[in-house]
Structure formats: structure tokens, C-alpha cells
């Protein structure tokens, strides 16, 4: 650093000789100024002199405690003057303002990353040191910082603090009831600097970026190394893996059921609920899962947005269309575990199971008849047992000659 005059230069120096003056006696931090060193020596004492007389917290300073009465009367007294948003805290202010500025003080001493704010880079260093502190004490899941552990928590309590002022859906996290609200005002803030085009979520924005060249995105696709699938974001291959692996971590806390999406158990939640949040502004139908009010919403419209790139047949639901390709390429996904037969739908499959279902149960009434003591009654059911028999073998081979028996002893069963 250089100065103009000598004079220029002692002041300087003067100035740093009295900088961190001021030790701690108990953790050896220095400070520049008194008041700086006297506000640091109450947090070592456990004195709390100053009462919230809304609530029962305590704190160690009356500027805190200044502050957290503003949760009670809501004031916000500090506003950024780029967007004219207000905040509680100065400290608020300062880390928002960087979202104007761009600016990112605070970098990671293990990789190149930098963050906004301090809180940021300490939860990012626990990704290098594999810090998991906060826990879950409903089912032991670990979690990075306190934000993560507070929206898992509401999976366990159902709650939903966070309502849209446009209609009725609540949210258990504030940054979903955020991309929700531009479903409202239609504010797609995130733009694809290759073709332009504009998404409300910065996730979209991600995806997409993979449909152009590699050359662009320097990304690669994520593989599955059971079956080569590729996936465009490393958490969809996550939760498809657990198909091969069989992983359900995601626990009903009301039964003993586990599933291997999240999402899934949302929906299963609803069932000891009984919520259906989902409700048809036509007929008054109610829904668990958005997915079927979506689909039951076609119903009254007629919209059919499925097409067969094959023979131009359109479809109202997406697994309709499925069914139907396989009609085009022959596939028989659906196999019977009771012999070897193969169906394309699984209704088809559901209806044969049927047949095995029916012989079990004849047999098991043959076992007591022949139990008790026969009848004339007994012998007149004689010829359907033949008749059983017969049908059942014809099932297993081609001979048409064998539904001739079966007419003679209808024949003589009349008779």
C-alpha cells in the first residue's frame, strides 16, 4: 500500500497497532474495539438478563433481543433498494443484496466453489467432511444443516405452513410454495442462453440444457449399470436404482409399509388420512394423487392427448397408449406364474389367474364330497367331475375331438 506523505503513512501504521487490542480471556479472540470485546465476553456468561414478554426466551443481549421481537410484531424495517424487498434483520439485508451484486465472498478450501453466504459455505464443507448433524428423532435420517432436518420433519406431522394466496394448496416448503406462485403469475425467470426459452424452475432449466450437445453442457448422461439406462439427473438414476436393488427407505410412520419414493409414501400417508386434496370443479370428485384427478379431468373435456406414432389412434392416458403399442410389437410382458402362458395387459393376466383360482376351489369341494357319505345326489355329479377333468385337459392341448364326452354326459345328465 502506498501513501503520498510520511504523515499518511504513521497514521496508517497507528491505526493497525491499536486494531486487536482487545483478548479474550477465555477463547483468545482478539478485537479492535471495546464495545466489540464486551458484547463477545456475554456470550461466555451464562447470564440471560433479557426476557422476550411475548414468550419465554431469554437472551444475553438486548439487541437481540430486539430483534427477535420482531417475529412477534412482524416489523421489517430494513429494505433493499434495488427491489424494495424488507427484512427483520440487517444481516438479511446484506446476504440478499449479494443476489443483486453476484457477489460470493466466502469460497471452499477444498474445491473452487463460492457461496453468497457464510451459512452456505459451512453447509457445503460437510459434503467434503461427510458431517451429517442434524437427526431425525422419528426415523434416525441424517441431514447436512437444520433447514433439511425442519422440512423433513413435516413428512412425519403432515404440516403445511405455507399457503398460496391465489387458491387452496399449502406447502411444506417455502421454496415449492415459491415455484408454485408462478403458476400464478406465469413468471418463468430462468432462460436457456443456447435457444432462449424460458422455464419457471431452474431444475427445468437443467434438464433441458441436456437437450443440446454435449459441446454446450459438458455434461454426461447418468448411466445404470444394471440395465444401461441413462438419465439426465443423477437423482432420477438414484431412485431408479432402487428398482434393481430393492431399497425402501421412505417409512409409513402409521404402518409398517416401506417404499422406495418419497412421493409415494406422500400418497400412501392419505390413505390413514383420509385426504384427497384433489377435488373436480365438475362432477365433485375428490382425489388422492394428482396424476388421476388429471386423468378423470379428460373425462369431461374429451381431451385425448396420447397418440400411436403407429396407426394415429389417440388416447386419453398415457398407460391406454402403452397397452395399445403392444398390440403393434407383439409384446407380452404379462406371464402367468401358474403355467406359461403370456398376456399383453395385465387385466388379461388378472382375468386368466381366475381359471386356477376356480380349479383350486372345485377341488377343494370334491376333497369333502368324497369325505361324506354319497347320495344319488352324489352320483348325478359324478359326470362333472369327467366333465371338469375333460375341459381341463382340452386347455392343455389342441384335440377338438374332446368336447364331444363332454355333450354325452350333458346329454345323459339331463336325461
Known amino acids: 500500500m502506498a501513501f503520498s506523505t510520511n504523515g499518511d503513512t504513521l497514521t496508517h501504521m497507528s491505526t493497525n497497532i491499536r486494531k486487536k487490542q482487545y483478548q479474550c480471556s477465555q477463547c483468545d479472540i482478539v478485537f479492535s474495539h471495546r464495545s466489540t470485546h464486551k458484547t463477545h465476553l456475554e456470550t461466555h456468561r451464562r447470564e440471560k438478563p433479557y426476557q422476550?414478554?411475548?414468550?419465554?426466551?431469554?437472551?444475553?443481549?438486548?439487541?437481540?433481543?430486539?430483534?427477535?421481537?420482531?417475529?412477534?410484531?412482524?416489523?421489517?424495517?430494513?429494505?433493499?433498494?434495488?427491489?424494495?424487498?424488507?427484512?427483520?434483520?440487517?444481516?438479511?439485508?446484506?446476504?440478499?443484496?449479494?443476489?443483486?451484486?453476484?457477489?460470493?465472498?466466502?469460497?471452499?478450501?477444498?474445491?473452487?466453489?463460492?457461496?453468497?453466504?457464510?451459512?452456505?459455505?459451512?453447509?457445503?464443507?460437510?459434503?467434503?467432511?461427510?458431517?451429517?448433524?442434524?437427526?431425525?428423532?422419528?426415523?434416525?435420517?441424517?441431514?447436512?444443516?437444520?433447514?433439511?432436518?425442519?422440512?423433513?420433519l413435516r413428512l412425519h406431522t403432515g404440516e403445511k405452513?405455507?399457503?398460496?394466496?391465489?387458491?387452496?394448496?399449502?406447502?411444506?416448503?417455502?421454496?415449492?410454495?415459491?415455484?408454485?406462485?408462478?403458476?400464478?403469475?406465469?413468471?418463468?425467470?430462468?432462460?436457456?442462453?443456447?435457444?432462449?426459452?424460458?422455464?419457471?424452475?431452474?431444475?427445468?432449466?437443467?434438464?433441458?440444457?441436456?437437450?443440446?450437445?454435449?459441446?454446450?453442457?459438458?455434461?454426461?448422461?447418468?448411466?445404470?449399470?444394471?440395465?444401461?439406462?441413462?438419465?439426465s439427473l443423477r437423482s432420477n438414476l438414484k431412485s431408479h436404482l432402487r428398482r434393481h436393488t430393492g431399497e425402501k427407505p421412505y417409512h409409513c410412520s402409521q404402518c409398517d409399509k416401506a417404499f422406495s419414493h418419497n412421493s409415494v409414501l406422500v400418497h400412501h400417508l392419505r390413505t390413514h388420512t383420509g385426504e384427497k386434496p384433489y377435488q373436480c370443479s365438475q362432477c365433485d370428485r375428490f382425489f388422492l394423487q394428482n396424476a388421476n384427478f388429471k386423468a378423470h379431468l379428460r373425462t369431461h373435456t374429451g381431451e385425448k392427448p396420447y397418440q400411436c406414432?403407429?396407426?394415429?389412434?389417440?388416447?386419453?392416458?398415457?398407460?391406454?397408449?402403452?397397452?395399445?403399442?403392444?398390440?403393434?410389437?407383439?409384446?407380452?410382458?404379462?406371464?402367468?406364474?401358474?403355467?406359461?402362458?403370456?398376456?399383453?395387459?395385465?387385466?388379461?393376466?388378472?382375468?386368466?389367474?381366475?381359471?386356477?383360482?376356480?380349479?383350486?376351489?372345485?377341488?377343494?369341494?370334491?376333497?369333502?364330497a368324497k369325505g361324506s357319505k354319497k347320495s344319488d345326489t352324489d352320483n348325478l355329479s359324478q359326470p362333472k367331475v369327467e366333465v371338469m377333468k375333460e375341459k381341463m385337459d382340452f386347455e392343455k392341448c389342441d384335440a377338438h375331438n374332446l368336447f364331444e364326452p363332454k355333450i354325452e354326459v350333458k346329454e345323459e345328465q339331463i336325461l
Open 161 to 231: 405452513p405455507y399457503q398460496c394466496t391465489q387458491c387452496d394448496k399449502v406447502f411444506a416448503v417455502k421454496g415449492n410454495l415459491k415455484i408454485h406462485s408462478r403458476t400464478h403469475t406465469g413468471e418463468k425467470p430462468y432462460q436457456c442462453t443456447q435457444c432462449e426459452k424460458v422455464f419457471a424452475q431452474i431444475i427445468s432449466l437443467k434438464i433441458h440444457l441436456r437437450t443440446h450437445s454435449q459441446s454446450h453442457t459438458r455434461e454426461e448422461p447418468y448411466r445404470c449399470s444394471y440395465c444401461n439406462k441413462v438419465f
Open 52 to 152: 422476550c414478554s411475548q414468550c419465554d426466551k431469554i437472551f444475553s443481549q438486548k439487541s437481540n433481543l430486539k430483534t427477535h421481537l420482531r417475529t412477534h410484531t412482524g416489523e421489517k424495517p430494513y429494505q433493499c433498494i434495488k427491489c424494495n424487498k424488507v427484512y427483520a434483520q440487517n444481516s438479511s439485508l446484506k446476504a440478499h443484496s449479494r443476489t443483486h451484486t453476484k457477489e460470493k465472498p466466502y469460497h471452499c478450501s477444498s474445491c473452487d466453489k463460492v457461496f453468497s453466504q457464510r451459512s452456505f459455505l459451512r453447509s457445503h464443507l460437510r459434503t467434503h467432511t461427510g458431517e451429517k448433524p442434524y437427526q431425525c428423532n422419528k426415523c434416525d435420517k441424517d441431514f447436512l444443516n437444520s433447514s433439511g432436518l425442519v422440512n423433513h
Open 309 to 368: 406414432s403407429l396407426c394415429e389412434k389417440v388416447f386419453s392416458q398415457n398407460v391406454n397408449l402403452k397397452a395399445h403399442l403392444r398390440l403393434h410389437t407383439g409384446e407380452k410382458p404379462y406371464q402367468c406364474s401358474l403355467c406359461d402362458k403370456v398376456f399383453s395387459q395385465k387385466g388379461n393376466l388378472n382375468s386368466h389367474l381366475r381359471t386356477h383360482i376356480g380349479e383350486t376351489s372345485y377341488q377343494s369341494k370334491l376333497r369333502r
